[in-house]
Every structure is written in structure tokens, then in C-alpha cells.
């Protein structure tokens, strides 16, 4: 019998629930049936949301979707949590003022809401038996981030920096005891930060293998695969190092400078 390719197709989906989990991040836990034959074990990856529009009918949106109409807003977040027993899947959403449909969508979403789900892609994680690690990411990033952390060994020693909007955005994160959690304030995502930069230069770099994951707004973390690359002599594809976002830019013409960029 052929296998269904459970990563091509689009999941209709439902809002279980939705809540505040920091000032700056609003978690919402998808439901449903749909969600029967999504993959085990693929927290960290990212999925690609498929947006309805404001009062659009469920059927009208799933016409859309089957139809593969561009009219439907895309953008590209991560499994923080999959919990197979209950077909659920929470979804974390950085709270930004850029008015983007993804945010707006999570910031009203409730009970019942409905929302398309395609993937998942690869997880994120940085190489296979380090000799320790080093982490830098925003808050868009703290969902994958976060997961890989919570599945390095048991033994995983190094460092991870969390840049964040306010203290209070301080989440648990359930990493090796080895792992040094460091939460730096940003106040204003708009502009430009180094600090990621300034911490990685400041700790004493270990001996030994480093495994690497870098992700989140486009200015950063191009400054930290600079010093990574040029500085640390460190081979780019042995490192998980990725532009999330980038400010001033919707998803898509990011998505466009990247391929440009790549090409
Ligand atoms: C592999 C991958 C995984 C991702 N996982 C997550 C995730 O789990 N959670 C998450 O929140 N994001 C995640 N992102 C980032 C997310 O895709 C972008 O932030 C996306 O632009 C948000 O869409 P939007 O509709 O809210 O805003 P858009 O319409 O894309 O943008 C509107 C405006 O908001 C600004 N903006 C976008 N994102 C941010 C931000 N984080 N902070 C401040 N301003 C912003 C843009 O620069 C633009 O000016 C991920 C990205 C990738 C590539």
C-alpha cells in the first residue's frame, strides 16, 4: 500500500486553547482529528501555518487551502509541544507590534478557532555528540531552541543565552543541569541588538567540539555566524544557524532575500 506523506498535507485544525505564557509570547494549543497521524517526536521542527482570514467560514478557508490559493497567508512557526494521547500541539507566538496575520491570528484566537498546519519539516538541533554547546536565540526562536535543549543527553554541558523582551519573559526551559541558562533584556525587537554577539565572545571557549544552534532575527545572527565562521574558524554546515525573521520585512519578502541571498 502506498504511505501517505503525513509532512505535504495540510491539516485543518482547532484552538483548544490559548494563553499568556510570558508578556511577550502567547502560547496556543491546536486540537483535532486532523492532528491523529501527525509524527511522534518532532518538537523543535517547524510547521508552516496556513492563516485564515478574519470571520472567513471554515468551508471557504478549506476551499482555499485545497485549491492551493496564494490569497492564503503563510508563515513558519515550530512544535514546542506534541502530545500524541491528545492529539494536541502547542504553538508558541511571539507578541510583536508589527501587525503581522500570524500574530493577530494568535492574539484573538479562541476555543473552536480553526487554522491550517502543514509539515513538519526537519527538526532543528545542533551536531550529534558535541563536546559541549553553545545556544543563542530570540524569542522567536526560544521554541526551537528550547526543545533541543530539552532533548541534549543527560550529561550536556554549556551555555545557552535567551535574548528577551522583558524579565519577566523568563520561561522554564528543561535543559541538562550542564546547561547554563543566560536571559538577556532587549527591550525593542526593532532595533538591532549585539548582546547575543558581546556574551558569545565573553564566555571561555571550551576545548573540543562545540555544538552550535544560532537562530532568530536576520541582523544577529549574521553577526554571530560572522564571528563563528571567521573568528572561531567553525565550518557553517556543522553549526543549526538561521535567520528567523528580519526587522522590517513580512515573512515573505524575508523568505525571498534568503533564496537571493542562498543563490
Ligand atoms: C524555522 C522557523 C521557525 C520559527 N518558529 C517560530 C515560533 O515558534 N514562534 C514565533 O513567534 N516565530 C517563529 N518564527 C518566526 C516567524 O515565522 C516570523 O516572526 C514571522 O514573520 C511572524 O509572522 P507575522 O505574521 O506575525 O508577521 P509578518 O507579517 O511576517 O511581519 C509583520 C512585521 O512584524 C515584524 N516581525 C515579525 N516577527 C517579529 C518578531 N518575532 N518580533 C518583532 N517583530 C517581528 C516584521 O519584521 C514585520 O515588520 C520562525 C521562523 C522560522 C524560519
Redesign the pocket.
Known amino acids: 500500500m502506498k504511505q501517505q506523506n503525513t509532512g505535504r498535507r495540510t491539516r485543518i485544525v482547532e484552538v483548544a486553547r490559548s494563553e499568556r505564557l510570558t508578556p511577550t509570547m502567547q502560547r496556543v494549543t491546536l486540537c483535532g482529528e486532523d492532528l491523529a497521524d501527525f509524527p511522534a517526536g518532532q518538537e523543535s521542527a517547524?510547521i508552516k501555518l496556513l492563516i485564515p482570514q478574519e470571520n472567513q467560514s471554515l468551508t471557504a478557508f478549506r476551499d482555499l487551502v485545497e485549491s492551493k490559493s496564494k490569497a492564503v497567508a503563510r508563515?513558519?512557526?515550530?512544535v514546542?509541544h506534541h502530545r500524541a494521547d491528545t492529539n494536541e500541539l502547542d504553538?508558541?507566538?511571539?507578541v510583536?507590534d508589527?501587525?503581522?496575520?500570524?500574530?493577530s491570528w494568535a492574539l484573538a484566537a479562541g476555543p473552536g478557532d480553526f487554522i491550517g498546519v502543514a509539515g513538519p519539516g526537519p527538526k532543528k538541533k545542533p551536531v550529534d555528540n558535541a563536546d559541549w554547546y553553545l545556544f543563542g536565540a530570540d524569542?522567536?526562536?526560544i521554541?526551537?531552541a528550547a526543545a533541543a535543549l530539552e532533548e541534549l543527553p543527560d550529561d550536556a554541558v554549556g551555555h545557552a543565552v535567551f535574548e528577551i523582551t522583558c524579565d519577566d519573559d523568563i520561561q522554564p526551559v528543561d535543559a541538562p543541569d550542564g546547561i547554563q541558562l543566560h536571559w538577556l533584556v532587549h527591550e525593542d525587537?526593532?532595533t538591532s541588538s549585539e548582546q547575543q554577539l558581546e556574551f558569545f565572545r565573553s564566555i571561555d571557549w571550551p576545548k573540543g567540539t562545540p555544538g552550535i544552534f544560532v537562530a532568530g532575527e536576520s541582523g544577529a545572527v549574521s553577526g554571530l555566524r560572522k564571528y563563528l565562521t571567521n573568528e572561531r574558524g567553525l565550518d557553517k554546515r556543522a553549526m543549526y544557524i538561521?535567520a528567523?525573521?528580519?526587522?522590517?520585512?513580512?515573512?515573505d519578502q524575508h523568505q525571498v532575500q534568503k533564496q537571493a541571498e542562498a543563490a
Open positions: 517547524h508563515r513558519t512557526y515550530t514546542r504553538v508558541d507566538f511571539v510583536h508589527g501587525g503581522g496575520p500570524a500574530c524569542m522567536a526562536a521554541p526551537a525587537p526593532h538561521s528567523y525573521w528580519k526587522i522590517g520585512l513580512i515573512e
